[in-house]
Protein backbone atom coordinates (compact mmCIF):
# COMPACT_ATOMS: atom_id res chain seq x y z
CA UNK A 1 0.00 0.00 0.00
CA UNK A 2 1.65 3.40 -1.05
CA UNK A 3 1.45 6.64 1.04
CA UNK A 4 -0.26 8.90 -0.84
CA UNK A 5 1.35 12.26 -1.16
CA UNK A 6 1.09 15.50 -3.09
CA UNK A 7 4.65 16.35 -4.82
CA UNK A 8 4.17 20.30 -3.68
CA UNK A 9 4.62 18.85 0.05
CA UNK A 10 8.04 18.87 1.94
CA UNK A 11 9.57 15.46 0.25
CA UNK A 12 11.30 15.13 3.49
CA UNK A 13 8.70 14.92 5.53
CA UNK A 14 7.45 12.32 3.18
CA UNK A 15 10.27 9.95 2.63
CA UNK A 16 10.07 10.12 6.56
CA UNK A 17 6.62 8.73 6.45
CA UNK A 18 7.45 6.24 4.05
CA UNK A 19 10.31 4.83 6.16
CA UNK A 20 8.98 4.79 9.02
CA UNK A 21 5.37 4.69 9.83
CA UNK A 22 3.28 1.60 9.93
CA UNK A 23 -0.07 1.81 7.65
CA UNK A 24 -2.58 1.26 9.86
CA UNK A 25 -5.63 1.72 7.16
CA UNK A 26 -5.86 3.01 4.13
CA UNK A 27 -3.55 5.68 2.59
CA UNK A 28 -2.68 8.89 4.82
CA UNK A 29 -4.27 12.20 3.34
CA UNK A 30 -1.45 14.19 1.17
CA UNK A 31 -1.31 16.83 3.65
CA UNK A 32 0.63 18.04 5.88
CA UNK A 33 -1.24 19.32 9.15
CA UNK A 34 -0.02 22.26 11.48
CA UNK A 35 -2.94 23.33 13.68
CA UNK A 36 -6.39 23.68 13.16
CA UNK A 37 -9.52 25.90 14.61
CA UNK A 38 -12.67 25.42 14.87
CA UNK A 39 -14.54 23.81 11.76
CA UNK A 40 -10.95 24.12 10.14
CA UNK A 41 -7.42 22.77 9.56
CA UNK A 42 -4.33 24.45 8.15
CA UNK A 43 -1.79 23.29 6.24
CA UNK A 44 1.90 23.58 6.70
CA UNK A 45 1.72 25.29 3.26
CA UNK A 46 -1.23 27.91 4.68
CA UNK A 47 -4.16 25.79 2.66
CA UNK A 48 -7.55 26.17 5.08
CA UNK A 49 -9.64 23.01 5.15
CA UNK A 50 -13.13 22.38 6.41
CA UNK A 51 -13.28 19.42 8.81
CA UNK A 52 -16.41 18.14 7.67
CA UNK A 53 -15.48 14.94 10.19
CA UNK A 54 -14.78 16.77 13.28
CA UNK A 55 -11.34 15.35 13.29
CA UNK A 56 -12.42 11.35 13.99
CA UNK A 57 -16.04 12.32 14.14
CA UNK A 58 -15.06 13.24 17.65
CA UNK A 59 -14.11 17.12 17.63
CA UNK A 60 -17.88 18.05 18.68
CA UNK A 61 -16.78 21.48 20.06
CA UNK A 62 -14.72 21.93 16.81
CA UNK A 63 -10.69 21.84 17.28
CA UNK A 64 -9.02 23.71 19.96
CA UNK A 65 -12.02 25.22 21.43
CA UNK A 66 -11.19 27.62 24.12
CA UNK A 67 -12.57 26.64 27.47
CA UNK A 68 -11.10 22.69 26.60
CA UNK A 69 -7.90 24.29 25.93
CA UNK A 70 -8.45 26.61 29.19
CA UNK A 71 -9.11 23.19 30.97
CA UNK A 72 -6.11 21.39 29.72
CA UNK A 73 -3.54 23.97 30.72
CA UNK A 74 -5.33 24.59 34.14
CA UNK A 75 -5.66 20.41 34.78
CA UNK A 76 -2.40 19.17 33.53
CA UNK A 77 -0.58 22.26 35.60
CA UNK A 78 -2.21 20.91 38.96
CA UNK A 79 -3.30 16.90 38.27
CA UNK A 80 -3.06 14.98 35.40
CA UNK A 81 -2.32 11.36 36.01
CA UNK A 82 -2.90 8.68 39.02
CA UNK A 83 -2.70 5.53 40.30
CA UNK A 84 -5.54 3.58 38.66
CA UNK A 85 -6.86 3.42 42.41
CA UNK A 86 -6.67 6.64 43.15
CA UNK A 87 -10.08 8.79 42.29
CA UNK A 88 -9.72 12.57 42.17
CA UNK A 89 -12.95 15.37 42.11
CA UNK A 90 -13.16 15.85 38.28
CA UNK A 91 -13.84 11.71 37.83
CA UNK A 92 -16.28 11.69 40.42
CA UNK A 93 -17.80 14.75 39.25
CA UNK A 94 -18.17 13.66 35.33
CA UNK A 95 -19.81 10.30 36.69
CA UNK A 96 -22.27 12.17 38.64
CA UNK A 97 -23.00 14.42 35.48
CA UNK A 98 -23.05 11.60 33.12
CA UNK A 99 -25.60 9.79 35.42
CA UNK A 100 -27.62 12.85 35.62
CA UNK A 101 -27.96 13.29 31.99
CA UNK A 102 -29.43 9.44 31.70
CA UNK A 103 -32.84 7.58 32.60
CA UNK A 104 -32.87 5.29 35.49
CA UNK A 105 -31.16 3.11 36.28
CA UNK A 106 -28.11 3.83 34.03
CA UNK A 107 -25.86 5.51 36.99
CA UNK A 108 -22.69 3.70 37.49
CA UNK A 109 -19.52 4.95 35.39
CA UNK A 110 -16.38 3.38 34.79
CA UNK A 111 -13.45 6.39 32.71
CA UNK A 112 -11.29 5.13 30.20
CA UNK A 113 -9.88 6.15 26.96
CA UNK A 114 -10.95 4.56 23.70
CA UNK A 115 -14.05 3.59 22.05
CA UNK A 116 -12.32 0.24 22.13
CA UNK A 117 -11.74 -0.13 25.19
CA UNK A 118 -15.02 0.87 26.49
CA UNK A 119 -16.74 -1.39 24.44
CA UNK A 120 -14.32 -4.08 25.74
CA UNK A 121 -14.87 -3.25 29.35
CA UNK A 122 -18.60 -3.80 28.71
CA UNK A 123 -18.45 -7.11 27.06
CA UNK A 124 -16.53 -8.13 29.81
CA UNK A 125 -18.82 -6.81 32.09
CA UNK A 126 -22.14 -8.55 30.24
CA UNK A 127 -20.33 -11.81 30.47
CA UNK A 128 -19.24 -11.48 34.36
CA UNK A 129 -23.07 -10.30 35.26
CA UNK A 130 -24.54 -13.19 33.19
CA UNK A 131 -22.44 -15.91 33.59
CA UNK A 132 -22.59 -16.41 29.81
CA UNK A 133 -20.38 -15.65 26.56
CA UNK A 134 -22.06 -15.72 23.86
CA UNK A 135 -22.29 -11.64 21.80
CA UNK A 136 -24.25 -10.43 18.83
CA UNK A 137 -23.84 -7.32 16.44
CA UNK A 138 -25.05 -5.81 13.46
CA UNK A 139 -23.18 -7.47 10.46
CA UNK A 140 -21.78 -4.12 9.09
CA UNK A 141 -20.61 -2.84 12.55
CA UNK A 142 -17.82 -1.37 13.98
CA UNK A 143 -16.81 -1.82 17.70
CA UNK A 144 -13.22 -1.29 17.80
CA UNK A 145 -9.97 -3.31 17.48
CA UNK A 146 -8.97 -4.81 20.73
CA UNK A 147 -9.99 -8.40 21.06
CA UNK A 148 -13.22 -8.67 22.32
CA UNK A 149 -15.01 -5.39 20.00
CA UNK A 150 -13.16 -6.54 17.27
CA UNK A 151 -14.60 -9.98 17.51
CA UNK A 152 -17.60 -7.98 17.43
CA UNK A 153 -16.86 -6.36 14.64
CA UNK A 154 -17.54 -7.19 11.12
CA UNK A 155 -17.46 -3.94 8.42
CA UNK A 156 -13.68 -4.52 8.24
CA UNK A 157 -10.78 -6.12 9.73
CA UNK A 158 -11.65 -10.32 10.01
CA UNK A 159 -9.38 -11.30 7.79
CA UNK A 160 -5.97 -12.64 8.40
CA UNK A 161 -5.51 -12.88 12.18
CA UNK A 162 -6.53 -16.26 13.02
CA UNK A 163 -10.14 -17.08 14.47
CA UNK A 164 -11.57 -14.41 17.14
CA UNK A 165 -13.29 -15.48 20.61
CA UNK A 166 -16.28 -18.08 20.23
CA UNK A 167 -19.57 -17.05 20.33
CA UNK A 168 -19.76 -13.94 18.12
CA UNK A 169 -22.90 -13.76 15.99
CA UNK A 170 -23.90 -11.19 13.34
CA UNK A 171 -27.20 -10.06 12.91
CA UNK A 172 -28.26 -8.65 9.38
CA UNK A 173 -27.74 -4.73 9.16
CA UNK A 174 -31.26 -2.91 8.60
CA UNK A 175 -30.71 -0.88 5.43
CA UNK A 176 -33.68 0.62 4.52
CA UNK A 177 -31.89 2.04 0.83
CA UNK A 178 -30.92 -1.69 0.33
CA UNK A 179 -33.80 -4.11 1.85
CA UNK A 180 -33.39 -7.89 2.09
CA UNK A 181 -36.12 -8.40 3.44
CA UNK A 182 -39.17 -6.71 1.38
CA UNK A 183 -42.66 -5.52 2.18
CA UNK A 184 -45.41 -5.61 -0.61
CA UNK A 185 -44.54 -2.07 -1.33
CA UNK A 186 -40.80 -2.70 -1.55
CA UNK A 187 -39.57 -1.19 1.85
CA UNK A 188 -37.85 -2.96 4.32
CA UNK A 189 -39.33 -5.40 6.24
CA UNK A 190 -37.46 -5.18 9.37
CA UNK A 191 -39.26 -7.36 11.73
CA UNK A 192 -39.38 -10.27 9.51
CA UNK A 193 -35.08 -9.66 9.13
CA UNK A 194 -34.77 -9.13 12.46
CA UNK A 195 -36.86 -12.85 13.57
CA UNK A 196 -34.74 -14.37 10.72
CA UNK A 197 -31.69 -13.20 12.15
CA UNK A 198 -32.48 -14.50 15.50
CA UNK A 199 -33.78 -17.35 14.47
CA UNK A 200 -30.15 -17.83 12.59
CA UNK A 201 -28.47 -17.18 16.52
CA UNK A 202 -30.75 -19.51 17.99
CA UNK A 203 -29.79 -22.44 15.70
CA UNK A 204 -25.77 -21.41 16.00
CA UNK A 205 -26.06 -20.67 20.12
CA UNK A 206 -25.06 -23.16 22.60
CA UNK A 207 -27.32 -21.64 25.07
CA UNK A 208 -25.08 -18.82 26.55
CA UNK A 209 -26.10 -15.34 25.00
CA UNK A 210 -24.73 -13.01 27.50
CA UNK A 211 -25.09 -9.27 25.29
CA UNK A 212 -26.06 -7.46 22.01
CA UNK A 213 -23.69 -4.46 21.07
CA UNK A 214 -24.68 -2.79 18.78
CA UNK A 215 -24.70 1.31 17.68
CA UNK A 216 -27.64 3.48 17.42
CA UNK A 217 -26.45 4.60 14.00
CA UNK A 218 -24.28 2.32 12.35
CA UNK A 219 -21.05 4.92 11.38
CA UNK A 220 -18.69 2.85 9.82
CA UNK A 221 -21.19 0.36 8.21
CA UNK A 222 -22.51 3.15 5.55
CA UNK A 223 -24.70 5.66 8.04
CA UNK A 224 -27.61 2.65 8.68
CA UNK A 225 -29.88 4.07 10.85
CA UNK A 226 -32.66 1.26 11.64
CA UNK A 227 -36.03 2.51 11.64
CA UNK A 228 -38.53 3.88 14.31
CA UNK A 229 -39.19 0.40 16.40
CA UNK A 230 -36.44 -1.96 15.72
CA UNK A 231 -34.81 -0.68 18.87
CA UNK A 232 -37.65 -1.41 21.04
CA UNK A 233 -38.12 -5.29 19.28
CA UNK A 234 -34.12 -5.98 19.38
CA UNK A 235 -34.53 -5.04 23.53
CA UNK A 236 -37.52 -7.47 23.72
CA UNK A 237 -35.30 -10.25 21.43
CA UNK A 238 -32.54 -9.54 24.49
CA UNK A 239 -34.38 -9.91 27.53
CA UNK A 240 -36.02 -13.56 25.76
CA UNK A 241 -33.20 -14.72 25.95
CA UNK A 242 -32.04 -13.24 29.21
CA UNK A 243 -29.16 -10.92 26.85
CA UNK A 244 -28.33 -7.78 27.89
CA UNK A 245 -28.60 -4.94 25.43
CA UNK A 246 -25.21 -2.77 25.03
CA UNK A 247 -25.34 0.74 22.73
CA UNK A 248 -22.38 1.88 21.48
CA UNK A 249 -22.91 5.75 21.15
CA UNK A 250 -19.43 6.61 20.80
CA UNK A 251 -20.44 8.82 16.98
CA UNK A 252 -23.93 9.61 18.20
CA UNK A 253 -23.47 10.29 22.21
CA UNK A 254 -23.76 13.50 23.88
CA UNK A 255 -26.35 15.77 21.27
CA UNK A 256 -24.88 14.92 18.13
CA UNK A 257 -28.10 13.73 16.63
CA UNK A 258 -30.58 16.37 17.93
CA UNK A 259 -31.04 14.40 21.26
CA UNK A 260 -28.48 13.63 24.23
CA UNK A 261 -28.54 10.43 23.19
CA UNK A 262 -29.23 8.55 19.99
CA UNK A 263 -31.66 6.00 21.80
CA UNK A 264 -33.92 8.26 22.81
CA UNK A 265 -35.90 8.65 19.74
CA UNK A 266 -37.07 4.65 20.16
CA UNK A 267 -38.35 4.79 23.62
CA UNK A 268 -35.50 2.24 24.76
CA UNK A 269 -32.93 2.33 27.59
CA UNK A 270 -30.11 0.25 27.61
CA UNK A 271 -28.27 -2.59 29.72
CA UNK A 272 -25.13 -0.80 29.14
CA UNK A 273 -24.05 2.34 27.01
CA UNK A 274 -20.88 3.05 26.04
CA UNK A 275 -19.64 6.55 25.26
CA UNK A 276 -16.21 7.71 23.46
CA UNK A 277 -15.13 10.19 20.86
CA UNK A 278 -17.80 12.92 21.48
CA UNK A 279 -17.14 12.91 25.62
CA UNK A 280 -13.53 13.85 25.19
CA UNK A 281 -14.57 16.19 21.85
CA UNK A 282 -11.30 14.74 20.26
CA UNK A 283 -9.40 13.86 23.57
CA UNK A 284 -8.69 10.37 24.79
CA UNK A 285 -11.96 9.94 26.81
CA UNK A 286 -14.75 7.14 27.04
CA UNK A 287 -17.18 5.53 29.54
CA UNK A 288 -19.08 2.68 30.45
CA UNK A 289 -22.23 3.26 32.05
CA UNK A 290 -24.69 0.63 33.36
CA UNK A 291 -27.53 -0.44 36.35
CA UNK A 292 -26.04 -0.48 40.05
CA UNK A 293 -27.98 -3.94 39.81
CA UNK A 294 -25.01 -5.04 37.08
CA UNK A 295 -22.25 -3.23 38.76
CA UNK A 296 -22.99 -5.24 41.94
CA UNK A 297 -23.75 -8.92 40.12
CA UNK A 298 -20.24 -8.19 37.89
CA UNK A 299 -18.32 -6.79 41.18
CA UNK A 300 -19.52 -10.01 43.43
CA UNK A 301 -17.68 -12.27 40.54
CA UNK A 302 -14.60 -10.29 40.89
CA UNK A 303 -15.06 -8.11 37.60
CA UNK A 304 -11.42 -6.79 36.48
CA UNK A 305 -10.73 -3.87 33.53
CA UNK A 306 -7.65 -2.13 35.13
CA UNK A 307 -5.94 0.12 32.37
CA UNK A 308 -2.89 2.54 32.35
CA UNK A 309 -5.71 5.83 31.88
CA UNK A 310 -8.41 4.70 33.75
CA UNK A 311 -10.02 7.03 35.66
CA UNK A 312 -7.74 9.71 34.84
CA UNK A 313 -8.27 13.17 36.05
CA UNK A 314 -6.53 15.14 32.86
CA UNK A 315 -9.74 14.10 30.37
CA UNK A 316 -11.54 13.88 33.11
CA UNK A 317 -11.86 17.55 33.42
CA UNK A 318 -12.35 18.19 29.70
CA UNK A 319 -15.22 15.83 29.84
CA UNK A 320 -16.78 18.23 32.49
CA UNK A 321 -15.93 21.14 30.22
CA UNK A 322 -17.61 19.03 27.52
CA UNK A 323 -20.86 19.15 29.59
CA UNK A 324 -20.13 22.24 30.46
CA UNK A 325 -20.22 23.98 26.65
CA UNK A 326 -23.12 21.19 25.23
CA UNK A 327 -25.36 22.40 28.22
CA UNK A 328 -25.18 26.12 28.27
CA UNK A 329 -25.03 26.70 24.47
CA UNK A 330 -27.75 24.10 24.00
CA UNK A 331 -25.44 22.13 21.21
CA UNK A 332 -28.63 19.23 21.14
CA UNK A 333 -31.13 21.91 19.43
CA UNK A 334 -27.98 23.36 17.45
CA UNK A 335 -27.39 20.11 16.34
CA UNK A 336 -31.32 19.68 15.02
CA UNK A 337 -31.41 23.08 13.54
CA UNK A 338 -27.95 22.88 12.05
CA UNK A 339 -28.70 19.28 10.52
CA UNK A 340 -31.95 20.56 8.86
CA UNK A 341 -29.52 22.97 6.85
CA UNK A 342 -27.38 20.37 6.07
CA UNK A 343 -30.05 17.84 4.82
CA UNK A 344 -31.89 20.74 2.93
CA UNK A 345 -28.65 21.19 1.23
CA UNK A 346 -27.55 17.64 0.83
CA UNK A 347 -31.55 16.83 -0.78
CA UNK A 348 -30.87 19.78 -3.25
CA UNK A 349 -27.46 18.44 -4.36
CA UNK A 350 -29.21 15.00 -5.01
CA UNK A 351 -31.88 16.67 -6.93
CA UNK A 352 -28.92 18.05 -9.24
CA UNK A 353 -26.70 15.26 -9.15
CA UNK A 354 -27.87 11.30 -10.35
CA UNK A 355 -24.58 9.91 -9.11
CA UNK A 356 -26.80 10.64 -5.21
CA UNK A 357 -28.32 7.22 -4.38
CA UNK A 358 -29.27 8.46 -1.13
CA UNK A 359 -29.17 10.60 2.11
CA UNK A 360 -29.71 9.26 5.29
CA UNK A 361 -28.74 10.06 9.54
CA UNK A 362 -29.98 12.12 11.81
CA UNK A 363 -28.66 15.99 12.97
CA UNK A 364 -25.33 16.30 12.21
CA UNK A 365 -24.40 12.44 11.76
CA UNK A 366 -25.23 12.62 8.03
CA UNK A 367 -24.40 9.96 5.05
CA UNK A 368 -24.06 10.55 1.66
CA UNK A 369 -24.53 7.25 -0.99
CA UNK A 370 -22.83 7.41 -3.96
CA UNK A 371 -23.76 5.29 -7.21
CA UNK A 372 -22.95 4.93 -10.72
CA UNK A 373 -26.56 4.33 -11.53
CA UNK A 374 -29.47 5.32 -9.60
CA UNK A 375 -32.14 2.80 -11.07
CA UNK A 376 -29.67 -0.01 -10.18
CA UNK A 377 -27.99 1.32 -7.47
CA UNK A 378 -24.93 0.02 -8.81
CA UNK A 379 -22.11 1.67 -6.34
CA UNK A 380 -18.77 2.81 -7.43
CA UNK A 381 -15.16 2.60 -5.85
CA UNK A 382 -13.95 4.84 -8.03
CA UNK A 383 -16.43 7.42 -7.94
CA UNK A 384 -16.55 7.79 -4.46
CA UNK A 385 -12.60 8.14 -4.38
CA UNK A 386 -12.60 10.49 -6.95
CA UNK A 387 -15.35 13.09 -5.45
CA UNK A 388 -13.02 12.76 -2.19
CA UNK A 389 -9.79 13.67 -4.14
CA UNK A 390 -11.48 16.82 -5.45
CA UNK A 391 -13.58 17.84 -2.46
CA UNK A 392 -9.78 17.63 -0.62
CA UNK A 393 -8.34 19.88 -3.29
CA UNK A 394 -10.90 22.31 -3.37
CA UNK A 395 -10.70 22.29 0.53
CA UNK A 396 -12.86 20.34 1.79
CA UNK A 397 -12.23 17.30 4.16
CA UNK A 398 -14.28 14.13 3.29
CA UNK A 399 -14.37 10.52 4.48
CA UNK A 400 -16.08 8.04 2.66
CA UNK A 401 -16.74 4.08 3.63
CA UNK A 402 -16.49 1.80 1.23
CA UNK A 403 -18.10 -1.52 2.26
CA UNK A 404 -19.07 -4.37 -0.47
CA UNK A 405 -22.48 -4.26 -1.80
CA UNK A 406 -23.11 -0.68 -1.35
CA UNK A 407 -21.65 2.33 -3.39
CA UNK A 408 -19.02 4.85 -1.59
CA UNK A 409 -21.00 6.31 1.31
CA UNK A 410 -19.42 10.21 2.34
CA UNK A 411 -19.67 10.42 6.61
CA UNK A 412 -20.63 13.92 7.00
CA UNK A 413 -20.41 15.17 10.61
CA UNK A 414 -19.30 18.35 11.26
CA UNK A 415 -18.72 19.91 14.44
CA UNK A 416 -21.85 20.85 16.92
CA UNK A 417 -20.43 24.14 16.92
CA UNK A 418 -20.41 24.82 12.72
CA UNK A 419 -21.88 27.93 11.63
CA UNK A 420 -24.70 28.29 8.81
CA UNK A 421 -21.92 29.89 6.45
CA UNK A 422 -19.33 27.20 7.00
CA UNK A 423 -21.89 24.44 6.29
CA UNK A 424 -23.30 26.28 3.10
CA UNK A 425 -19.58 26.59 2.11
CA UNK A 426 -19.42 22.63 2.75
CA UNK A 427 -22.10 22.01 0.74
CA UNK A 428 -20.59 24.44 -2.08
CA UNK A 429 -17.71 22.61 -2.57
CA UNK A 430 -19.11 19.57 -2.50
CA UNK A 431 -21.48 20.34 -5.30
CA UNK A 432 -18.22 21.71 -7.61
CA UNK A 433 -16.68 18.14 -6.53
CA UNK A 434 -19.62 16.37 -7.68
CA UNK A 435 -19.83 18.30 -10.50
CA UNK A 436 -16.33 18.48 -11.71
CA UNK A 437 -16.08 14.37 -11.51
CA UNK A 438 -18.72 13.48 -13.43
CA UNK A 439 -18.54 16.22 -15.76
CA UNK A 440 -14.52 14.54 -16.23
CA UNK A 441 -16.20 11.11 -16.38
CA UNK A 442 -18.50 12.13 -19.12
CA UNK A 443 -15.73 13.52 -21.32
Known sequence: MATAHSDSSDPAFWSDVDRHLVRYGGTFTPEIISSAEGSFLRTEDGRRILDFTSGQMSAILGHSHPEVVETVRRQVGTLDHLFSGMLSRPVVDLARRLANTLPDP?????????????????????????????????????????????????????????????????????????????????????????????????????????????????????????????????????????????????????????????????????????????????????AVITSAEIEERAHERGYLFFTTHVSDPLVAAVGNTVLDVLERDDLAARATKLGDQLRTGLDRLASEHEVVGDIRGRGLLVGLELVADRSTKQGSDELGAAVTRRCLELGLHMNIVQLPGMGGVFRIAPPLTATEDELALGLEILDQALTDVTKGKST
Open 106 to 286: LQKVQLLTTGAESNEAALRLAKLATGKHEIVSFARSWHGMTQGAAGATYSAGRKGYGPTAPGNFALPSPNTYRPDFTTPDGTLDWRRQLDFGFDLIDAQSTGSLAACLVEPILSSGGVLEPPPGYFAALQEKCCERDMLLILDEAQTGLCRTGTWYAFERDGVVPDVLTLSKTLGAGLPLA
